[in-house]
């Protein structure tokens, strides 16, 4: 059966999004497909059976297949304005391509995916993620590479073992991932914090930390920062990774989303120190499918067999199945062509978000301005609270993110909201942008009011 039905289910989506098919309208016969594709009826019957599954389509029985009623879908989609999640758009998710990879990955390893498998992660796909590394100007080899299964789990297992360097302490950007807040909390493990805004961090500051606070590993989100959006320029990379160097600090560099960059002359930390000196993480869960819980991470030789040890003494290995489907992903150029289409709709979407936050957004509020990734996030006025403005939004089934949690005690905000791009619809985004400008006028108008006399005394 092949991949013919996928071609058939793309055709049907493409004519319902250009308006070709209508709601209500009848498809043609499994005859008249099959002759049209040159396939056998099986593979039509398939086709329509996974577009019944995915609800686009519906069958009468003894008459055939209809378009569903649209405006049922949309009327219940309409109730909800998604700024919150951060998993990747689910229109575009390319999990029937993967389902395909998946198949293929079982007939060709067979019971090899179902057993206890290379602690370090299956040497067949550490050699297509160090193909795939290059476009991200990340040359390394297989040897360095470990799969993790996320790479939350990387960072929870670098947070808890010991550093070549014999420090102890990790140094985090402020705000940054709330992922490696709780590692380090639960771990009870020492974190200082420096200062992000848009327009960066201040270098003699890091300096300064890294000269007197025996700092093990400053973890850095260099690109589309989570939750800032904002990206270092090559200059301050090579810079922080000097000073690392000259202070005998790691840096683990967290590029999660740095495949949508639209700048392609943009580098990462890793490439102005491929040796050792920064380990370079890399998940597939935003541009890819989060639950296959694949991510690697590139170590130096003097750190590996100790990672292999933290990471064995976990989970003994990440999944196999996972890791077949994913290497006959890559090795096919689905991968590629998958993150051609996704980023250009993230980058549409960065910037259809940011149009709106111009055009409507209160004077006293500042936005970050990424060039593309998943987050933007805005500073509230002062007399507006992040916790409010959640809270008046979610009355409205409008989701955004309060940042107050990522934050370490002493840097604590509670005026930063987060707006993920990853899975509101493009429609939505402006009504979403006005109904919270709308929001934050109003709880800064009440606060602004003068009380009335009678509570003066
Ligand atoms: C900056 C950052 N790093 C890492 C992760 C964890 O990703 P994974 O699914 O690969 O564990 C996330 C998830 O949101 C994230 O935002």
């Known amino acids: ?137 990340v040359f390394t080899k297989p040897e360095r590479l470990v799969v993790v299964s996320g790479s939350q789990q990387a960072l929870n297992l670098l947070v808890a073992m010991p550093f070549p360097n014999g420090k102890n302490n990790i140094l985090i950007e402020q705000p940054s991932y709330f992922g490696i807040i709780e590692s380090i909390n639960l771990h009870q493990a020492t974190a200082f914090g420096i200062e992000l805004s848009m327009d960066g961090i201040d270098l003699d500051h890091l300096e300064y930390i890294f000269r007197n606070n025996d700092i093990k590993f400053f973890y850095i989100i260099p690109r589309f920062h989570n939750p800032l959006g904002h990206s270092y320029t090559n200059r301050e990379k090579q810079k922080i990774v000097e000073l690392a160097e000259k202070y005998d600090v790691y840096i683990v560099e967290d590029d999660f989303l740095g495949d949508l960059d639209p700048d392609a002359k943009s580098d990462p930390l890793f490439a102005f120190e491929p040796s050792g000196r920064v380990i370079y993480i890399k998940s597939f869960s935003k541009i890819f499918l989060p639950g296959l819980r694949i991510a690697t991470v590139i170590l130096p030789t003097l750190m590996m067999n100790n990672f292999l040890r933290y990471k064995f003494s976990s989970d003994f290995n990440s999944s196999a199945l996972s890791q077949g489907a994913l290497e006959i992903y890559l090795k096919s150029g689905m991968f590629n062509s998958h993150l051609k289409k996704i980023k250009e709709i993230y980058y549409t979407k960065m910037n259809h978000l940011q149009d709106a936050c111009e055009e409507l957004l209160p004077a006293n509020t500042h936005y970050s301005k990424p060039s593309s990734g998943f987050y933007l996030s805005i500073s509230l006025p002062e007399n507006v609270t992040a916790k409010q403005v959640v809270h008046m939004l979610h009355e409205e089934n409008i989701y955004v993110d309060d940042a107050s949690r990522m934050f370490l005690p002493e840097y604590k905000k509670d005026n930063l909201i987060r707006l993920s791009i990853s899975q509101v619809e493009m429609r939505k985004i402006k009504t979403g942008v006005e109904r919270l400008a709308y929001s934050i006028s109003l709880i800064d108008s009440r606060k602004n009011q003068k009380p009335s006399n009678l509570f003066l005394f």
């Open 1 to 137: 059966m092949s991949s013919k039905y996928i071609e058939i289910m793309e055709e049907i989506k493409l004519q319902l999004e250009n308006g070709s098919l209508i709601a209500g309208s009848k498809l043609p016969s499994i005859r008249q497909l099959s002759e049209h594709f040159s396939c056998s009826k099986n593979t039509v019957i398939k086709a329509y059976v996974e577009l019944e599954k995915e609800h686009l389509i519906y069958s009468v029985p003894k008459s055939g297949y209809f378009v569903v009623n649209e405006y049922q879908i949309e009327a219940k989609e309409n109730e909800v304005i998604d700024f919150l999640s951060a998993g990747p758009d689910k229109h575009v998710m390319p999990y029937l391509d993967f389902q395909h990879c998946m198949n293929q990955a079982i007939e060709q390893y067979k019971e090899e995916l179902f057993t206890y498998s290379d602690q370090q992660g299956s040497f067949t796909l550490r050699v297509q993620l160090v193909k795939y590394l290059q476009n991200l100007q």
